[in-house]
């Protein structure tokens, strides 16, 4: 499926069944429709013909390992095949076959960022990723296995990136990105989400700017329920001032629904046009990157807010008028 534009030109799009499968049954707010929620709303906007379709893949054991512990991926993987019970406290049940789910998420998101640094494509999405808060030994929030740190270590360890911008715009708080690279100053993070004393996972105080070598490379911007697009707005000023200070090799955004307006388990009131600045604003800054931008899809639990803020994702990152 290509349209018009150069294949090398056209934006990545990862669509296909198992990268769908993740999610959780019986009415879970991550539910395994999601995919399907965002594709309807893509083809009724006709962008499905202007991005090039790409297949998932799922990622081993050894890359997974990037990021976490071993004998938590062994844990996942023994959980999901016995298929009951949870991965934490109770939000993340432990699904027969969430783990090879899981691992089709995390494969995917690094095929993603292979391709962005070969320049086979400018930019891409993984609509079903954004795992932030999944810990190196632990699942958290929905979250199985972080695609997000996997990718970030990939960077490092196989690409030898040392400056690494990951940009946040899901209502919570990306707390498996923030926490792991926290000392880190290789790995630059501007995280908008809603103040954690009001929402999951309670981190994210504008205070938690890094730890040692890499203070001043986090920065936090906790908004009150509430909070529109004046003050996306407001805050993206500072994500730009950051990200001028950055100056990344490589781009990752975390664009979450669930900082849109109405979203059942959050209380920001964000639109799509937020969605589409931020894509846009750093799809341009990419262009001096080693890669083009790698958006993941993250939270949203309306459906139909998950459809268009995603949608304009894609509309920003084929720079559509």
Request: proline content about 6%.
């Given at each position: 499926?290509?349209?018009?534009?150069?294949?090398?030109?056209?934006?990545?799009?990862?669509?296909?069944?198992?990268?769908?499968?993740?999610?959780?049954?019986?009415?879970?707010?991550?539910?395994?429709?999601?995919?399907?929620?965002?594709?309807?709303?893509?083809?009724?906007?006709?962008?499905?013909?202007?991005?090039?379709?790409?297949?998932?893949?799922?990622?081993?054991?050894?890359?997974?390992?990037?990021?976490?512990?071993?004998?938590?991926?062994?844990?996942?993987?023994?959980?999901?095949?016995?298929?009951?019970?949870?991965?934490?406290?109770?939000?993340?049940?432990?699904?027969?076959?969430?783990?090879?789910?899981?691992?089709?998420?995390?494969?995917?998101?690094?095929?993603?960022?292979?391709?962005?640094?070969?320049?086979?494509?400018?930019?891409?999405?993984?609509?079903?990723?954004?795992?932030?808060?999944?810990?190196?030994?632990?699942?958290?929030?929905?979250?199985?296995?972080?695609?997000?740190?996997?990718?970030?270590?990939?960077?490092?360890?196989?690409?030898?990136c040392t400056r690494i911008a990951y940009v946040d715009i899901d209502a919570h708080h990306g707390d498996?990105?923030?926490?792991?690279?926290?000392?880190?100053?290789?790995?630059?993070?501007?995280?908008?989400?809603?103040?954690?004393?009001?929402?999951?996972?309670?981190?994210?105080?504008?205070?938690?700017?890094?730890?040692?070598?890499?203070?001043?490379?986090?920065?936090?911007?906790?908004?009150?329920?509430?909070?529109?697009?004046?003050?996306?707005?407001?805050?993206?000023?500072?994500?730009?001032?950051?990200?001028?200070?950055?100056?990344?090799?490589?781009?990752?955004?975390?664009?979450?629904?669930?900082?849109?307006?109405?979203?059942?388990?959050?209380?920001?009131?964000?639109?799509?046009?937020?969605?589409?600045?931020?894509?846009?604003?750093?799809?341009?800054?990419?262009?001096?990157?080693?890669?083009?931008?790698?958006?993941?899809?993250g939270g949203g639990y309306d459906r139909k807010n998950l459809g268009e803020a995603w949608s304009e994702?894609?509309?920003?990152?084929?720079?559509?008028?």
């Amino acid at each position: 499926m290509m349209g018009p534009t150069a294949e090398s030109h056209a934006p990545c799009l990862y669509l296909g069944p198992t990268l769908g499968a993740y999610g959780f049954s019986g009415g879970h707010p991550f539910g395994p429709d999601r995919m399907e929620a965002f594709q309807k709303r893509l083809n009724e906007k006709g962008l499905d013909a202007r991005v090039r379709i790409c297949t998932p893949v799922r990622g081993d054991q050894t890359l997974i390992e990037r990021f976490h512990t071993a004998e938590y991926v062994d844990q996942v993987r023994a959980l999901s095949e016995r298929g009951r019970g949870t991965l934490d406290f109770g939000d993340t049940p432990a699904e027969p076959g969430i783990f090879e789910a899981a691992s089709v998420v995390v494969g995917t998101a690094v095929d993603a960022a292979e391709r962005l640094l070969a320049g086979d494509c400018p930019s891409a999405l993984v609509p079903i990723g954004g795992l932030h808060h999944a810990r190196r030994h632990r699942a958290s929030g929905f979250c199985v296995l972080n695609d997000c740190g996997v990718v970030i270590e990939t960077l490092k360890t196989v690409h030898g990136c040392t400056r690494i911008a990951y940009v946040d715009i899901d209502a919570h708080h990306g707390d498996g990105v923030y926490y792991a690279f926290e000392a880190d100053p290789a790995v630059w993070i501007a995280d908008i989400h809603q103040d954690g004393r009001s929402l999951f996972p309670g981190t994210g105080d504008a205070s938690e700017e890094g730890q040692g070598e890499a203070v001043g490379t986090k920065l936090n911007l906790p908004q009150p329920p509430g909070a529109d697009t004046t003050a996306f707005y407001s805050a993206w000023e500072r994500v730009e001032a950051h990200l001028d200070r950055a100056r990344p090799e490589f781009i990752i955004l975390q664009c979450g629904a669930d900082s849109m307006a109405g979203d059942p388990l959050a209380g920001l009131a964000f639109t799509p046009e937020t969605h589409r600045w931020a894509a846009s604003r750093l799809l341009e800054r990419s262009k001096d990157c080693r890669g083009g931008l790698l958006a993941l899809g993250g939270g949203g639990y309306d459906r139909k807010n998950l459809g268009e803020a995603w949608s304009e994702v894609v509309a920003a990152l084929i720079e559509e008028p």
